[in-house]
């Protein structure tokens, strides 16, 4: 069954947000803080109540302001994980799991879902002699007890450490393969989104600005505002000028008419020539080479700085033919090392005409941004 939520109000938290989410897909809700993630999540789990809107699951009706359906939270069949456990201190991690287990279920399902958690030899302690990891699983466990239809987690990985988390990544993932529910996730984290979930939803000031499969999200952002919150950090401004016949490239002039590079792309039929235009391109669209090549979109640039972080380096570089534009990349050290790239290097940057995403601008935002 899909689970259906069409979120409005004016305040005192605005929300203009709309969520899908089916049996067997991870739907994870992404935005800055204050963007509206948990008042969404609260709010299909019944624990906040909306203005206008409507809540489904399935055929279930949860929330409907036109009818005046609204199902108290205790009475809808979710389970919700919280970021900080909210387990119950004096208890065990059984008699924590117990307390959600539905009456007629067997005796040993506390249990059995400890085990399936790897935590049954673990059952009498208490939360304060478990690892952040252990009582998260606890939580996990005991949300599954209630036998719910949906699941929520609420920034359930965010306060343990990596290692523990990449752990529980792997329960997150064993759990799909065992039941086939609606998970809608809140994170921060978009590596965490990217790598866990089928379908991303971009929310900013609680309205949804995008949703879609992660690398569609990331590499075709909606607008710049999107590509910003999806962690594009080059946003360049250029002009879109239209293919001259049928199957030939379109060309994006990177810069203005006085000032710039042309690059080749594709035609989607959109834009009109001569169209102001904001552009992305993600790291992965970007090849790096130490000497020049007969390949299209071929930039000539400086290395203007580079940030080394662990066994990756950031690089910004500056086109040569537009000394004020910036492009960033991310390569190994390893790399980085072979090629001796260092402050003022020449490389030549391959852009990738299928990958430059073109973005429309809108006449009334003067934000560069916008």
């Not at 019944?46 to 205790?74: C, Q, Y």
Request: hydrophobic content about 45%; proline content about 6%.
């Amino acid at each position: 069954m899909t689970l259906q939520a069409l979120l409005h109000q004016s305040g005192p938290i605005p929300l203009h947000a709309r969520i899908d989410c089916a049996a067997g897909e991870l739907l994870a809700l992404v935005g800055p803080s204050g963007s509206g993630k948990t008042s969404v999540l609260r709010a299909v789990a019944g624990l906040m109540h909306v203005g206008e809107g409507r809540i489904t699951l399935g055929d279930a009706v949860w929330f409907d302001s036109n009818k005046g359906v609204h199902v108290p939270a205790e009475q809808r069949p979710v389970g919700m994980v919280f970021q900080h456990y909210a387990l119950f201190p004096h208890l065990s991690a059984l008699d924590n799991v117990r307390l959600a287990v539905p009456r007629g279920a067997p005796a040993d399902a506390a249990l059995q879902l400890l085990a399936d958690m790897q935590l049954d030899k673990l059952s009498s302690r208490r939360p304060d002699e478990l690892s952040g990891g252990q009582r998260q699983r606890v939580a996990l466990a005991r949300a599954l007890a209630r036998q719910p239809q949906l699941l929520l987690l609420d920034e359930a990985f965010s306060a343990v450490d990596q290692p523990t988390r990449q752990s529980l990544y792997d329960e997150l993932i064993k759990l799909r393969e065992r039941v086939q529910l609606p998970i809608v996730m809140v994170t921060h984290d978009l590596r965490e989104a990217r790598l866990l979930a089928d379908r991303i939803s971009i929310l900013d000031g609680g309205t949804t600005l995008q949703d879609g499969p992660p690398e569609r999200v990331m590499s075709q952002p909606r607008n710049a505002r999107v590509a910003a919150l999806v962690g594009l950090r080059d946003i360049h401004a250029g002009i879109f000028h239209k293919a001259t016949s049928v199957g030939a490239p379109a060309r994006l002039r990177w810069g203005d008419a006085a000032a710039g590079i042309d690059l080749i792309t594709s035609d989607k039929g959109r834009l009109d020539d001569g169209a102001n235009v904001r552009w992305v391109i993600s790291g992965e669209h970007v090849q790096l080479h130490a000497e020049p090549g007969a390949e299209p979109n071929m930039v000539p640039s400086e290395l203007h700085s580079m940030r080394r972080l662990g066994e990756i380096v950031t690089l910004q570089c500056r086109p040569q033919a537009l000394p004020q534009a910036r492009l960033h990349l991310d390569v190994t050290t390893r790399f980085a090392r072979l090629l001796n790239l260092q402050a003022g290097t020449v490389v030549h940057l391959e852009i990738d005409p299928q990958g430059i995403h073109i973005m429309p601008v809108k006449r009334a935002l003067l934000d560069p941004l916008a």
